[in-house]
Every structure is written in structure tokens, then in C-alpha cells.
Antibody
Framework: ELQLVQSGGGLVQPGGSLRLSCEAS????????MNWVRQAPGKGLEWVSV???????YYTDSVKGRFTISRDNSKNTLYLQMNSLRVEDTAVYYC??????????????WGQGTTVTVSS | QSVLTQPPSASATPGQRVTISCSGS????????VYWYQQLPGMAPKLLIY???NRASRVPDRFSGSKSGTSASLAISGLRSEDEADYYC????????????FGGGTKVTVL
């Protein structure tokens, strides 16, 4: 079964760091476009970052220079390293496989989400 | 504030039809495929519609998508209680700063 299982997250003070993980089953992370999407409490979905199959990465402006998307092919796992965290980064973070640029199928596999709370 | 504008809420009684709009411009909706995602309370989003008007795998045919010019819409016919959720339109556009852009979301309430 196609699946993404997330881990990481938690409570961190402003300025701190966290790493989120997203392990894939039944498909290969490195062969796909993979996104991180977040949702602040009571708010809508916000795209955060993408890593292309060729390793190219992009970020939304508010996290550039602070967040890094990466993958470990041996573990078939996607990561989001989050540094210099701010209160406004508080959200549920989702990883998702994206087929939009492959066959325009969209984000068809989503992780269950993991909560990041930035607070003193 | 998203470049894709959705009404914050919509409602209808069971069995009725509800339509959600997603308005943009020529540089976003006008030139790109539109996707629709359903987010049930407390759950991860789920792909409903891809490439404007195609239902994703195992999505009931009560859900339909359309696009015309710079607007798109999602229609739910034969509304059921389990359809109560938030619905988001989205586009992928690598010419924008945000490569994936979501609409603000519409909360559908089944009365």
C-alpha cells in the first residue's frame, strides 16, 4: 500500500531546531517530486517546500535560509530540517508525493501530519 | 492572502448540490491545471480532482470539477453528511514564488 509515515515534531522554543521525517512505503522517494505542506492552527494549507526527482529544491519565501528539504535514498525517507524556528512556524506539517509535473495527477499520497509547536 | 480566492463557507441539506468556486487570473488558473483536495476534520488532505475535471482514484462520481478561463469550480451532488469537510483548490506553477498555491479553503456544512 502506498503510504507516507511521518515522525518528528514537538514543542520547541523560538530559535530552536527540529527535523521532520517522512518514510515512504511501496514507492521510491527519490523518483518522485515530494512536498512539505503546513497548516497553522485554524488556517488553510500552505506549501512549504519541494524536492524534485533530480534533487532541485524550492522553498516558500518565509522559510528560505531556515528550512532544508532533503532525502535519504537508502532509507527511502524525506526530511525537513527546520532551524531558527519562529512562533509563526507553529503548524501541522504534512509530506506529500506530487505527480503534478509528471502526469498532472496532483498530490496523491499524504503523510498523517506531525505537529510543530514553537513557543517559549 | 492567496492568489486563488474561494468562499469561506458553503452549505446545503443532504441530497442537494453544492458548488465551490475558485477564482484566479490568467497567470495562475488560466494557464495551469487545477486540483481539488478534501480535508475531513482532523485528517490529512486527500486528492479529489486532478487536471481540472478528473476524479482521483476511488472518488465517488458525486464529485465533479470544471474550469473555465480564470475560474474553477467543484460541485458535490447528492450531498451526504460525510462530505462535511474543508475543500481546497490548488495549482502548480513554477513561475510563481510558491510552486504550489492553495486557495484559502471552503468549509462545506451539511445542514
Amino acid at each position: 500500500e502506498l503510504q507516507l509515515v511521518q515522525s518528528g515534531g514537538g514543542l520547541v522554543q523560538p530559535g530552536g531546531s527540529l527535523r521532520l521525517s517522512c518514510e515512504a512505503s511501496d514507492f521510491t522517494v527519490s523518483n518522485n517530486y515530494m512536498n512539505w505542506v503546513r497548516q497553522a492552527p485554524g488556517k488553510g494549507l500552505e506549501w512549504v517546500s519541494v524536492i524534485y526527482a533530480d534533487g532541485t529544491t524550492y522553498y516558500t519565501d518565509s522559510v528560505k535560509g531556515r528550512f532544508t528539504i532533503s532525502r535519504d535514498n537508502s532509507k527511502n525517507t524525506l526530511y525537513l530540517q527546520m532551524n531558527s524556528l519562529r512562533v509563526e512556524d507553529t503548524a501541522v506539517y504534512y509530506c506529500a508525493r506530487d505527480r503534478s509535473l509528471v502526469d498532472q495527477y496532483g498530490m496523491d499520497v499524504w503523510g498523517q501530519g506531525t505537529t510543530v509547536t514553537v513557543s517559549s | 492572502q492567496s492568489v486563488l480566492t474561494q468562499p469561506p463557507s458553503a452549505s446545503a441539506t443532504p441530497g442537494q448540490r453544492v458548488t465551490i468556486s475558485c477564482s484566479g487570473s490568467g497567470s495562475d488558473i488560466g494557464g495551469n491545471a487545477v486540483y481539488w483536495y478534501q480535508q475531513l476534520p482532523g485528517m490529512a488532505p486527500k486528492l479529489l480532482i486532478y487536471k481540472n475535471n478528473n476524479r482521483a482514484s476511488r472518488v465517488p462520481d458525486r464529485f465533479s470539477g470544471s474550469k473555465s478561463g480564470t475560474s474553477a469550480s467543484l460541485a458535490i451532488s447528492g450531498l451526504r453528511s460525510e462530505d462535511e469537510a474543508d475543500y481546497y483548490c490548488a495549482i502548480w506553477n513554477d513561475s510563481l514564488t510558491g510552486h504550489v498555491v492553495f486557495g484559502g479553503g471552503t468549509k462545506v456544512t451539511v445542514l
